[in-house]
């Protein structure tokens, strides 16, 4: 979709700006949109071939895959046999394989058990410092755990929490505040 105004900018790591491309943004998608008639293991390694200059050298296949602890039987099972919290496991790979600078979450952790949940959330701890991750979430300690900034939508509208509020005592009366009021957004 086109935007209809404004502009995105990433910048270099000598702080100068350049345009940010549709190739430099990942999405993983709630509900994830993978090929039922393939394997994981076959999944993987095409897009491994894809994105061939990304892959450190002698990384495998099978160490994507113990990074998100698919098990090995599970590797090679169709796709559409996976459970959704498995699904939303390849996605994240596919994240780590192709390794786009800014990263798009919607509800990130929501279809796995709290084990899973562990983890991925663990992998987004690391891989933090070399991406922008900005993600959906109606888990607040989520937010608190991962995010530099919070910004609060409500009413279509957007409102950014003071992030010296994060660590106040007051922190979820000043959201619940926010939320309610109307003439908070600015």
Same mark, same amino acid.
């Given at each position: 979709?086109?935007?209809?105004?404004? +502009? #995105?900018?990433?910048?270099?790591? /000598?702080? #100068?700006? +350049?345009? =940010?491309?549709?190739?430099?943004?990942?999405?993983?998608?709630?509900? *994830?949109?993978?090929?039922?008639? =393939?394997?994981?293991? &076959?999944?993987?390694?095409?897009?491994?071939? @894809?994105?061939?200059?990304?892959?450190?050298?002698?990384?495998?296949?099978?160490?994507?895959?113990?990074?998100?602890?698919? /098990?090995?039987?599970? +590797?090679?099972?169709?796709?559409?046999?996976?459970?959704?919290?498995?699904?939303?496991?390849?996605?994240? @790979?596919?994240?780590?394989?192709?390794?786009?600078?800014?990263?798009?979450?919607? &509800? *990130?952790?929501?279809?796995? %058990?709290?084990?899973?949940?562990? &983890?991925?959330?663990? $992998? =987004?701890? &690391?891989?933090?410092? %070399?991406?922008?991750?900005?993600?959906?979430?109606?888990? $607040?300690? $989520?937010?608190?755990?991962?995010?530099?900034?919070?910004?609060?939508?409500?009413?279509?509208?957007?409102?950014?929490?003071?992030?010296?509020?994060? /660590?106040?005592? %007051?922190?979820? #009366? +000043?959201?619940?505040?926010?939320?309610?009021?109307?003439?908070?957004?600015?």
């Amino acid at each position: 979709m086109p935007a209809d105004g404004g +502009r #995105a900018l990433l910048f270099d790591g /000598d702080g #100068a700006p +350049r345009p =940010l491309t549709q190739d430099q943004v990942g999405y993983v998608y709630s509900t *994830p949109i993978l090929p039922d008639f =393939l394997t994981g293991y &076959e999944f993987i390694r095409f897009f491994m071939d @894809l994105h061939e200059g990304n892959v450190p050298v002698g990384k495998t296949i099978d160490d994507y895959f113990d990074m998100v602890k698919i /098990d090995v039987h599970d +590797r090679h099972k169709l796709i559409k046999g996976y459970s959704h919290g498995m699904k939303n496991k390849v996605q994240m @790979l596919m994240l780590l394989i192709a390794r786009p600078p800014v990263i798009l979450l919607d &509800e *990130p952790l929501t279809s796995f %058990d709290v084990v899973v949940a562990l &983890e991925i959330k663990q $992998l =987004l701890r &690391e891989i933090r410092p %070399d991406h922008i991750l900005i993600f959906s979430t109606h888990i $607040l300690q $989520l937010a608190t755990d991962l995010c530099d900034e919070i910004v609060v939508l409500s009413d279509g509208r957007l409102s950014r929490l003071d992030h010296s509020l994060l /660590d106040s005592p %007051d922190f979820e #009366a +000043r959201l619940i505040e926010l939320l309610k009021d109307e003439n908070a957004h600015d």
